[in-house]
């Protein structure tokens, strides 16, 4: 008992150790984004700001069109969700609860394709996107998403067969058809695998910068990841206005990780991604 006990404590020193490690650069951050341009550069360097200087945030959010990009940036991420559940839940359900020839063989051709980079199907991508006129638009990132995505059919597959198919035999003996099925009975059951496909595709949307690099030309279409590369490029020597928007970039994913903290972590643990 007393071993299980002393391992216990330094399983959990070391676990401390590394979240203080992956900690300290945001720390970091957050202190540095409150100094002034002479603390930055003081020697030695002090961690502690002294004053506060509150004004960074105010001098980097009237620096560039702040609230306009946020807004791009919460349009394409609402988008991104919206499309990649309804596109990939229809796709995991057909891979798993419909039967047709070549089923198994097409759904590994799918889960092949997360071998390709992205950069592969990049030309590709940008030539249809022009065709359907849809360039310089938040469309052209938004609409890919209603086509589903390998990665995300696999997740959610592996949730929907977890579901007994004596539940899905129930619902078609009471006149449900396949959209019955689907939406009275495996989206339901399925709210914690569907919290972590959208918070996933949030968080990645968020932080894409190559979509709307190759995509968007006008910076009144600009969302905040690429609006931020623009930032840099201009205050590239104004260290604490630079901090203060990364702060503010980061910030909404770190609030909306705690927020949805307990459901993205049960919906790994039921969807075959845990270890």
């Known amino acids: 008992m007393r071993a299980n006990s002393s391992a216990r404590r330094t399983s959990h020193l070391w676990l401390l150790l590394a979240t203080a490690l992956m ?22 360097y002090g961690w502690w700001p002294s004053p506060f200087r ?19 940036s919460l349009l394409l991420c609402i988008g991104s969700v919206v499309g990649t559940l309804f596109s990939c839940s229809l796709v995991a359900y057909g891979f798993t609860r419909l039967h047709w020839p070549g089923r198994d063989w097409m759904f590994a051709v799918l889960i092949a394709t997360m071998l390709l980079p992205w950069q592969v199907t990049m030309v590709p991508r940008f030539l249809i996107i022009r065709e359907l006129g849809l360039y310089d638009s ?3 990132l938004i609409l890919p998403k209603f086509f589903a995505e390998a990665f995300y059919v696999f ?21 449900c058809g396949e959209m019955g099925v689907l939406w009275r009975v495996m989206l339901p059951l399925a709210r914690p695998a569907l919290a972590t496909v959208a918070l996933l595709e949030f968080v990645a949307t968020w932080n894409d ?48 990780f705690f927020v949805a903290q307990r459901t993205f972590v049960r919906g790994i643990s039921t969807t075959g991604l845990k270890g």
């Open 23 to 44: 900690i300290l650069p945001l720390v970091w951050m957050v202190l540095t984004s409150l100094k002034t341009p002479q603390q930055i550069a003081s020697t030695p």
């Open 54 to 72: 509150w004004e960074n945030y105010r001098e980097a959010v009237t620096a560039i069109p702040f609230a306009r990009y946020l807004a791009n």
């Open 138 to 140: 938040l469309g052209a």
């Open 155 to 175: 997740l959610l597959r592996q949730f929907f067969l977890t579901v007994p198919q004596e539940m899905v035999d129930a619902a078609r003996v009471d006149g």
């Open 209 to 256: 910068y190559g979509g709307p690099l190759l995509y968007l030309n006008d910076p009144d279409k600009f969302p905040l990841a690429y609006g931020l590369e623009q930032f840099v490029s201009a205050h590239s020597s104004e260290m604490h206005l630079l901090l203060a928007a990364a702060v503010l970039f980061t910030l909404p994913i770190v609030l909306l």
